[in-house]
Structures are given as structure tokens and as C-alpha cells.
């Protein structure tokens, strides 16, 4: 069974200041998918991360896959209050008798105080 | 911009009766999913669906649960007789091809349907 362990589970901070979420598992994954989850709604997508060490920026937001492709971390610089919400990482295994099925983390829940 | 889509947002529902939740994935998708969300715990995987044949399936996914794809649009999860523990959100994905080197098994969900069984 894999498992996804993200961190923290809960993230209460000021408005400019930084973060970081983590993801770590001891499984490989093709690619790890970063998810925002609004409260009643489904995640929409931010990022999928394929490449070992691979770096991807979304305006203030740095995804980076670890080099051995079973960690990931997200990195919000000067957080906004629109940035409040839960941030979900997925891992992805295709190939073999695995046809892309997600295992999700726990999610980050983030809160922004302006 | 192509997205998920199901019906209803939300189903309430006596315990033992039968529900089909409804989803249209993106049109030119291949591989769909359907995963599900107990309030307060993680979104967890219940089955996959690929060339009109389930390919992977969870614990989860007992006799109880079957998914469909009746016509080239929908795709469907039928739960025969529900329980009380099957109150969950449940969101339905989709992705093109699976070549992760394409960046192309990245899953797009809908917004979910919202079980409430009584």
C-alpha cells in the first residue's frame, strides 16, 4: 500500500509571510500532482511534477519533485489571504497493472490572516 | 476551458436503496476515475475505467459498487444498496494518455456529488 504523509496538516500564518508544505512517501511515483480544494467543491489542479529535481513556479508558488521522485514540496512566498485553503498532493503510478491511480496526502490546511 | 462535470451536486438517499452518480469526463479523455471523500478524511481511490473495462479497483470497491460508461459522453458509478458509511463526497476524474513523460496523466476532477444516505 502506498502512502503520502503530507505536512503540516494545519498552517496558520500572516499575510507576506512564507511556507512550505511537504509531501514524503517511501514509494516512487511517475508524477505528483499538486491539488487546491475549495470547502463542497473537488480539487483543481496546480501542478504535475514528472521529473526527478524537477522546479516548476506558478507566480508566487515553487513546486519542487525530489530527485528519487517520492517527495515534493510547495513553497508559497509572501502568502496572501486568497491564499487560504486546502492544498492536496497526489502521486501517480502508470505502467504495469497501475493505470494512473492517485493516492492522495492528507492536505495542508492553510490560513492566511491578512 | 474542457472540464469534469456531475450530477446531482448532491443525493440523499435511504439506506438500501440503489444511487448512480453521473459524470461527463473531458471529451477527448481515455482513462477515467472515480474517487471518494468521507468528510474530514483523505480523498481515497475506488476504481478506474479503460477501454470500456475497469482496470484497477480499491478494497473499497466491493460488489456493492459497478461503474459504466453507457454512450460516449458518460460515465457512471451505481451503488446497489446503500449504507450509511457510503455518505461521502465522491468526485469523478479524467485524463488523456498515460505517459507521464508527456506530462499527460494528470487527472482533472468534477466538483463532486455529495451522498447523504439516512
Known amino acids: 500500500t502506498q502512502l503520502l504523509e503530507q505536512s503540516p496538516q494545519f498552517l496558520s500564518i500572516q499575510e507576506g509571510e512564507n511556507l512550505t508544505v511537504y509531501c514524503n512517501s517511501s514509494s516512487v511515483f511517475s508524477s505528483l500532482q499538486w491539488y487546491r480544494q475549495e470547502p463542497g467543491e473537488g480539487p483543481v489542479l496546480l501542478v504535475t511534477?514528472?521529473?526527478?529535481?524537477e522546479v516548476k513556479k506558478l507566480k508566487r508558488l515553487t513546486f519542487q519533485f525530489g530527485d528519487a521522485r517520492k517527495d515534493s514540496s510547495l513553497h508559497i512566498t509572501a502568502a496572501q489571504p486568497g491564499d487560504t485553503g486546502l492544498y492536496l498532493c497526489a502521486g501517480a503510478q502508470a505502467g504495469g497493472t497501475s493505470y494512473g491511480k492517485l493516492t492522495f496526502g492528507q492536505g495542508t490546511i492553510l490560513t492566511v490572516h491578512p | 476551458e474542457p472540464e469534469v462535470t456531475q450530477t446531482p451536486s448532491h443525493q440523499v438517499t435511504q439506506m438500501g436503496q440503489e444511487v448512480i452518480l453521473r459524470c461527463v469526463p473531458i471529451?477527448?479523455?481515455?482513462?477515467f476515475y472515480w474517487y471518494r471523500q468521507i468528510l474530514g478524511q483523505k480523498v481515497e481511490f475506488l476504481v478506474s475505467?479503460?477501454?470500456?473495462?475497469?482496470?484497477?479497483k480499491s478494497e473499497i470497491f466491493d460488489d456493492q459498487f459497478s461503474v459504466e460508461r453507457p454512450d460516449g459522453s458518460n460515465f457512471t458509478l451505481k451503488i446497489r444498496s446503500t449504507k450509511l458509511e457510503d455518505s461521502a463526497m465522491y468526485f469523478c476524474?479524467?485524463?488523456?494518455?498515460?505517459?507521464?513523460?508527456?506530462?499527460?496523466?494528470?487527472?482533472?476532477f468534477g466538483p463532486g456529488t455529495r451522498l447523504t444516505v439516512l
Open positions: 476524474a479524467s485524463s488523456d494518455i498515460l505517459v507521464p513523460e508527456l506530462h499527460t496523466d494528470t487527472q482533472y
Open positions: 475505467f479503460y477501454n470500456n473495462e475497469i482496470s484497477e
Open positions: 511534477v514528472v521529473t526527478g529535481g
Open positions: 471529451s477527448n479523455h481515455l482513462y
